[in-house]
């Protein structure tokens, strides 16, 4: 009896602990001009092996790209998969499916090997799947780099890594931040 009482309350701490999961992802190219650029961009994200398929629209220069299941998403090696096929991230928004995840502005939430910063954010509580929109210099057109370099001042946003204003165990202390908005 005891080891089953154990068991649901790891089971319980197991489902409370893990309420986001990366699905999917918009990825918003620029400088895609022809078929053949597009190919170059698809070629080098299907690389990636956290990537399970990649579907392209030419005519709005983006991608769908599917995550496998359980794997660690290392999104900036997404971005840095577009740049080494010579072009540049326009715009990434992550679909994430979430069960009852409450969010506010300054909210650090884990998904498997990084965390999400949550930025300009009301409150608000996320269910099924959403999309977040990631506000990284590298995830955004250069157009619209300075406008968040403005609107966010946390240390984390220059650095990509937990800084004072990031509540993170310290098992969570080398771990890539990301900053997203909705």
């Known amino acids: 009896m005891r080891m089953?009482?154990?068991?649901?309350?790891?089971?319980?701490?197991?489902g409370a602990l893990l309420v986001a999961a990366p699905v999917s992802a918009s990825l918003k190219v620029d400088g895609l001009t022809c078929s053949l650029c597009n190919r170059s961009v698809h070629v080098a994200v299907t690389k990636l092996d956290f990537i399970d398929t990649v579907a392209a629209d030419l005519a709005n220069a983006s991608f769908t790209l599917t995550f496998k299941p359980g794997?660690?998403?290392r999104l900036d090696r997404i971005a840095r998969a577009v740049q080494e096929a010579g072009f540049s991230v326009g715009a990434l928004t992550l679909?994430?499916?979430?069960?009852?995840?409450?969010v506010e502005e300054g909210l650090h939430f884990p998904i498997p090997g990084a965390y999400l910063h949550f930025v300009e954010m009301r409150p608000q509580t996320l269910d099924g799947v959403v999309e977040v929109q990631l506000v990284d210099p590298i995830f955004l057109a250069a157009s619209d780099r300075f406008r968040w370099a403005a609107r966010v001042s946390a240390e984390c946003y220059r650095t990509g890594r937990p800084a004072a204003c990031c509540p993170i165990p310290e098992n969570g202390a080398s771990s890539r931040i990301?900053?997203?908005?909705?």
């Open 4 to 14: 089953i009482f154990t068991l649901i309350v790891l089971w319980t701490a197991a």
């Open 71 to 73: 794997q660690e998403i």
């Open 95 to 102: 679909r994430l499916q979430v069960a009852g995840l409450q």
């Open 178 to 182: 990301y900053h997203v908005t909705r």
